[in-house]
């Protein structure tokens, strides 16, 4: 029997929206199906990957394992979210391309959105993180091409030179 669909409103990469959800509905498929943002990549589905990453309030989670119905009055950002018109690309973005972080790019948003969360916080705390607490930060994140070290360089650079 079909789920009861429920109505959610929430703020998806800076506007509001509306929209009829199943309760068992995880976000990622909402994401990829009925917002049709693909950036956000399904990889394990298990929570072990990180592929799946988005901002919700601020906070790195995965997508995977969160209830779309559990976005109602909260914000939502994408890595759709990061881009505009006038820059396609955010520092974090031009970093790990700089770094010759990205591959295959299926790990990318993930990284890219977790960093950008990190660094929201090394802010609020008005601090810059060692490269130990940079790895420390995206050890939720797996990659199967580049050894890490790229990503950690990218990570770091930007969140050590560009942000403050
Ligand atoms: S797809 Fe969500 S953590 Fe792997
Ligand atoms: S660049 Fe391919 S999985 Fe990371």
Do not use: W
Request: with cysteine.
């Amino acid at each position: 029997m079909d789920d009861k669909l429920i109505k959610i409103s929430f703020s998806l990469n800076g506007k509001s929206l509306t929209k009829n959800v199943s309760p068992s509905l995880f976000l990622i498929d909402f994401i990829r199906d009925e917002l049709k943002l693909k950036g956000t990549k399904p990889g394990c589905r298990e929570g072990e990957c990180g592929a799946c990453t988005v901002l919700v309030n601020g906070v790195a989670i995965n997508s995977c394992l969160f209830l779309a119905i559990n976005i109602h009055g909260k914000e939502l950002i994408t890595i759709e979210g990061l881009s505009s018109i006038e820059k396609p690309l955010h520092p974090i973005q031009e970093k790990m391309l700089e770094h010759g972080a990205v591959q295959c790019g299926f790990c990318s948003t993930g990284i890219v959105l977790t960093t950008k969360a990190f660094d929201d916080e090394c802010r609020s705390d008005g601090k810059i993180p060692s490269r130990q607490e940079v790895k420390k930060s995206l050890e939720g994140h797996l990659c199967r091409c580049t050894g890490y070290t790229k990503i950690v360089d990218a990570a770091e650079d930007y969140l050590t030179h560009s942000s403050f």
